[in-house]
């Protein structure tokens, strides 16, 4: 019997998670309000809360809020005194967010700041704003490399960074290709594989979201 990968996760989302109200408004509303369907699946966001949670995260950034889908997941991992940055360049998906927040009622731990990620990340380095224990990168591809080196410039010893598409349906393999979103996952996995400072390996995933993957990376004790 062959079954879609989509029914899988379909499947797992009912036994291990369930219905959540909040999050299912949060999607609504994303569609209602024109934002792209890129948010994760519920079982990574589900991962991705649980790996926040594993490691006793109080201060988590993200790099790419969208609709605050994956934001939700993560800011519900934190303890009570625990704080979120994450960092959205459209003001429009920004606004949505917030509204998706404040309904899951963690608006309080979640500080959204709108711009260009480059730029907001610069000035995180220069105003030294780290040390955080947790980042979700999950913005522009071709921007990686430059994300992946502000986080690690603003990550304790011991945090995780999570990378999210560096699969892409395989075609991270084509080392021909001129789509700027494989190149900048390509120079990616070259940058962190010379990285002293990072111990990392990828995992691909199937399901809704289709073929894609996570790399995950623990910034080691220096």
């Keep these: 019997m062959s079954v879609a990968s989509a029914e899988v996760d379909a499947w797992i989302a009912d036994r291990l998670i369930g219905g959540d109200p909040a999050l299912d408004k949060a999607l609504a509303r994303n569609a209602a309000e024109g934002l792209p369907a890129i948010d994760v699946s519920a079982a990574q966001g589900k991962l991705l809360h649980i790996l926040a949670r594993s490691i006793g995260a109080w201060r988590i950034l993200e790099v790419g809020t969208l609709g605050g889908y994956s934001t939700i997941w993560l800011a519900r991992a934190l303890p009570g005194h625990g704080t979120l940055v994450t960092l959205e360049i459209d003001p429009h998906h920004a606004e949505v967010a917030r509204a998706n927040l404040d309904t899951a009622g963690i608006g309080d731990k979640v500080e959204i700041r709108v711009g260009p990620a480059v730029e907001t990340l610069s000035r995180m380095e220069t105003e030294s704003e780290g040390p955080f224990d947790f980042v979700f990168i999950d913005a ?32 991270v393999t084509d080392a021909s290709s001129t789509d700027a979103a494989i190149l900048g996952t390509r120079a990616l996995f070259d940058v962190v594989a010379a990285e002293p400072r990072l111990t990392a390996t990828a995992i691909q995933t199937v399901g809704a979201k289709g073929w894609d993957g996570f790399m995950i990376a623990v910034v080691n004790d220096e």
């Design 140 to 171: 522009d591809k071709p921007n990686n490399v430059a994300y992946l080196k502000a986080a690690l410039a603003l990550a304790r010893p011991g945090a995780l960074i999570i990378v999210d598409n560096v699969v892409r349906e395989g075609r």
